[in-house]
């Protein structure tokens, strides 16, 4: 009988002994890459945390001890410890999510997935211990990479000003976040990892010594007196102890003995400690270890023997957009590009390799990479800051006051926004649109396909007086959607017939082609609807309130938040312009939303074409004074055509 199956809980743990645990952790590695290459997911990250999450459970007591995961997607294999191990839905509705969730077990704390904030979490934690006299242990797992964003500093510098408070630092070392770590943090690390340890050091002078007749002992009560200077010597660790921390390591954090003497010093020593655990990215699992872009930090399903996957899909929103920047670093030797830490989840990987010396990686630290590319448009180039847009959310204050007020030309070019489904709430890009709606000067463009992102790539970098953001879709981009005219700034989709058009369509983004198909379900209930894509959504194109007043209802339709989207800027565009015009917006709720595949998400949230279609029937038919069977014969359509 496999251990694993044996493990319903992280008591089960102590039981075992070192050889039965060297034998779970090989049985959790097998698991992981037969589960996860089934459903997609982050592999490379859990295989490297095995041994040290073994560790973590048998030394502290879970729930009532709180183990903090940074970022969250290295906790597949404390799921399986806690109680979780139907991994067949990973990542899809009803199934396990992708990073802990407090719905799913009392052991998980954090949801937020960003990266960067375990050490908040755990600082305010520790100090509630305090106030309410518990005794309970505060232990935070974050990655070398996730210690380059400034949050992370921000926190140390609360934790390292109280000696007394019990809190566990776990530094899970592998050399990366999504790609290699950079900066002078990541060097620093790099130096403790080949420097052999103070502790060795002084144990091998203290053994030395103490044969030494006469002056042995006294020469080592100086050596070990003066033991800062030589500790910065031997091994610069000091930088961590400067602050105020206790530092343990570096550990092999695939030493299951040494991870737990580690542990259990640190967890008695009554003060902040930071354990500096060296794991491997991968272990275990050849494909990983030979992919040198991120060892696997994130796939799809994949054949397990091979690491291949098993199907590929056309091209994707992000190489669009990475083969056009591209074009752009040949012809504009003034182009640069910003990435944090993910050089090529973006697409800059291929503009990196031609030109890298016209490459930053600021690592996760976004608010940095914002004021940065600030200093670069100042100083006369043209920065594009390539982000994920749910991570933008991070760096608003330094898009208003540095970017806009000094009206620098910087482009943000946001990738996997609106629903993105799969990976949960905190990675949906669904509010970049109504976020930025504030700033002024800002102009957002929300390209419908690939033709159009490259189009307003190109157009976004030619604006060196304001910031420009460009924001598309996660997944592959589907053909071209035409334009058939234009008005003002804007294209026109579909034109109506003759007559009075009932409905003016406003189309944003990569919903162009579900637009359409509301228009032709409208069309086959007699109501004329023109679609437009207004191509740029911030400012509302001057055009639009006078092509709205021509017509008897006005809807909106975008994979972002209703609350202060495009919707509700058209609508405030109309109201200032006098067009007194009724309007319906359709977009994302203002919730959170569960983990599901994008189809899923949308149909719950009603963004279908059959959804939209129905209740704009309904809407018309209200103006007409006629209620009838206009829904309901929208449903008839929509099934006919099925």
Request: charged fraction near 25%.
């Amino acid at each position: 009988m496999p251990l694993l199956t044996r493990i319903t809980g992280p008591r089960d743990l102590d039981r075992l002994s070192l050889e039965e645990l060297t034998q779970l952790a090989e049985e959790i590695r097998t698991f992981l890459v037969d589960a996860v290459s089934k459903t997609g997911g982050h592999l490379g990250p859990n295989l490297g945390v095995v041994e040290l999450t073994l560790a973590l459970h048998r030394v502290f007591d879970s729930p009532k001890d709180k183990v903090l995961w940074d970022t969250g997607h290295q906790s597949y294999v404390h799921k399986l410890l806690t109680g979780r191990q139907d991994f067949s839905k990973l990542k899809m509705k009803g199934g396990l999510s992708g990073y802990p969730s407090q719905g799913e077990s009392e052991h998980d704390v954090i949801e937020n997935s960003h990266a960067s904030t375990v050490l908040g979490w755990a600082d305010g934690i520790a100090k509630a211990n305090q106030v309410l006299d518990r005794d309970d242990h505060v232990v935070a797992v974050i990655g070398d990479g996730a210690l380059t964003g400034g949050m992370a500093w921000e926190a140390l510098n609360n934790i390292a000003a109280a000696k007394d408070r019990p809190l566990v630092i776990v530094v899970n070392d592998n050399e990366r976040s999504y790609a290699p770590t950079i900066g002078g943090l990541a060097n620093h690390l790099a130096t403790l990892r080949t420097t052999d340890g103070y502790e060795r050091f002084l144990a091998r002078t203290k053994e030395v010594l103490e044969r030494t007749p006469v002056v042995g002992r006294p020469l080592y009560d100086t050596l070990h007196g003066a033991k800062k200077g030589l500790k910065d010597f031997i091994a610069p660790q000091g930088m961590f102890e400067d602050l105020g921390l206790k530092y343990v390591g570096p550990i092999d954090g695939h030493d299951l003995e040494a991870l737990e003497s580690a542990l259990t010093r640190a967890k008695r020593f009554g003060g902040p400690v930071i354990v500096h655990c060296l794991t491997e990215k991968g272990r275990g699992y050849q494909p990983a270890l030979q992919d040198e872009a991120d060892r696997f930090h994130a796939v799809g399903k994949i054949h397990p023997d091979t690491g291949l996957p098993i199907s590929t899909s056309g091209a994707d929103w992000t190489s669009v957009f990475g083969d056009e920047m591209l074009k752009l670093g040949k012809e504009r030797e003034d182009v640069v590009a910003i990435t944090a830490a993910m050089l090529q989840p973006v697409g800059l990987d291929k503009f990196a390799k031609a030109f890298p010396d016209r490459v930053y990686d600021v690592g996760i630290a976004e608010q940095h990479g914002a004021v940065s590319a600030a200093g670069l448009a100042h100083g006369g180039v043209h920065p594009v800051f390539a982000v994920y847009a749910t991570f933008l959310n991070r760096a608003f204050d330094q898009v208003l006051m540095d970017v806009a007020l000094h009206k620098c030309g910087v482009t943000f070019v946001l990738d996997r926004a609106g629903v993105t489904g799969t990976d949960g709430a905190s990675h949906n890009g669904m509010w970049d649109m109504s976020i930025l709606q504030v700033v002024p000067g800002l102009r957002l463009a929300a390209p419908r396909d690939a033709d159009q992102v490259r189009a307003q790539l190109r157009e976004a970098v030619a604006v060196d007086d304001a910031p420009t953001v460009v924001r598309f879709s996660k997944g592959a981009v589907g053909p071209a959607v035409p334009a058939v005219g234009r008005v003002g700034g804007m294209d026109v989709l579909r034109a109506p017939g003759t007559g009075t058009p009932d409905v003016l369509l406003v189309s944003v983004g990569a919903l162009a082609p579900m637009c359409l198909e509301v228009a032709g379900l409208l069309d086959k209930q007699g109501i004329s609807t023109t679609v437009v894509d207004p191509r740029w959504v911030k400012p509302v194109d001057e055009a639009m309130a006078p092509l709205a007043e021509r017509h008897r209802v006005v809807v909106t339709v975008e994979d972002n938040s209703r609350v202060g989207g495009v919707g509700s800027a058209v609508a405030q565009a109309l109201r200032d312009a006098g067009v007194d015009v009724p309007l319906r917006d359709f977009g994302i709720p203002p919730r959170f939303l569960d983990h599901a595949s994008r189809a899923e998400v949308l149909a719950e949230i009603g963004l279908t074409a059959p959804d939209i279609a129905r209740q704009v029937t309904g809407l018309v038919a209200k103006l007409d004074g006629k209620y009838d069977r206009a829904g309901a014969e929208v449903d008839q359509v929509e099934a006919a055509r099925d």
